[in-house]
């Protein structure tokens, strides 16, 4: 089962537009981007689509804004990983903030292992928008206790303290104000979205040229001349390793420094 994947991995190179479809072809969602994935709340939708009954679904938020929402959605996936022994990583504080180079690798890792456990097979039987509702009716119930109490409350402090706090500024100027401020806003939005997606493709170019590097030295490393020398098995340790955690540098260094002291040996002896 998939729960190490090495970075050079084809899972890594999974397409934005495939992942895409693969979640809303699955659950029956309308994503356009990777980022809105950010909330967990899929994520633990496609193990729970992967182990039917596995997931609390009623803890699944899916209408998470906040940060704090969120997290209580990574919460859910943590303990469904340790129900299942998955081990692997979840980068929390990076997903919750929805950047999207985070949330395209953690869903790239996401699809590997489901497809790894279900052979790629969607689960027919299973009702991705009816699992979604059962969680929202169970959640909603116990929000609307919340608001309702909460509304008690500010009726009774807005009928206490009476126009006391109204607002001096009215009427026209009012709405000219919030207007600039609004446009103002969409303003900053838009031109930050648009950094954003800059950064985004630059990342890719940088990903993509240096994985071309790295395939480059692996072709290398496989040609019969070279593949059983010591350099090239001690290269294909560091590009094949499992472990994204830990350096295999020390461990292909080790092998190379063993061989070499092997080879000084044998000649020696002859």
């Known amino acids: 089962m998939a729960t190490n994947i090495g970075m050079m991995d084809s899972a890594y190179f999974v397409g934005r537009n495939e992942l895409l479809t693969w979640i809303n072809n699955r659950l029956q969602l309308h994503l356009s981007r990777i980022e809105e994935a950010a909330s967990g709340a899929v994520q633990c939708q496609m193990l729970d689509m992967t182990y039917p009954g596995v997931v609390p679904m009623h803890k699944v938020n899916f209408d998470a804004k906040t940060e704090y929402d969120m997290i209580q959605n990574y919460k ?24 999207p180079l985070d949330n395209l690798e953690f869903l790239q890792w996401l699809k590997r292992y489901c497809d790894s456990v279900n052979g790629g097979i969607m689960n027919e039987n299973y009702n991705p928008v009816e699992r979604r509702c059962k969680g929202g009716k169970e959640r909603s119930s116990r929000g609307s206790q919340k608001i309702s109490k909460s509304l008690q409350t500010n ?18 100027r009012q709405a000219k104000i919030y207007g600039a401020n609004s446009a103002q806003e969409v303003q900053a939005l838009s031109k930050e979205i648009t950094d954003l997606k800059l950064s985004v493709d630059l990342l890719e170019k940088e990903r993509d040229f240096y994985f071309a590097k790295l395939r ?55």
Do not use: W
Not at 155 to 172: L, Y
Not at 245 to 262: I, V
């Open 216 to 270: 480059d030295i692996e072709i290398l490393c496989q040609t019969p001349e070279l593949e059983n020398l010591p350099v090239a098995v001690a290269i294909k340790k560091i590009l094949y390793a499992a472990d994204a955690k830990e350096s295999a540098l020390a461990e292909a260094q080790e092998y190379l420094s063993q061989t070499l002291e092997a080879g000084e040996g044998r000649a020696e002896e002859d």
């Open 155 to 172: 009726n009774m402090h807005n009928a206490g303290s009476g126009d006391i706090g109204h607002s001096k500024i009215s009427g026209p």
């Open 76 to 99: 859910v996936l943590q303990d469904v990983f340790n129900k299942l022994k998955i081990e692997k990583h979840i980068e929390v504080n990076k997903l919750v903030k929805g950047r």
